[in-house]
């Protein structure tokens, strides 16, 4: 664990998203959008996994 600070702030960025899709899903939105949101908090969660090795 090197406790780079770009890992923290892209983990912590796609739970941030994912609090955007749960909350867009409540909202009705298109579920174009909400995937699309959906697609970019997994890939900033897998870069934050990645770069903290």
Do not use: D, E, H
Not at 25 to 41: E, H, R, S
């Amino acid at each position: 664990m090197t406790g780079s600070y770009a890992a923290a702030f892209l983990i912590f960025l796609g739970l941030f998203l994912i609090g955007g899709v749960i909350s867009f899903a409540k909202q009705g939105l298109p579920k174009v959008l909400t995937g699309i949101l959906g697609v970019c908090a997994a890939l900033a969660i897998a870069a934050g996994v990645l770069r903290w090795k």
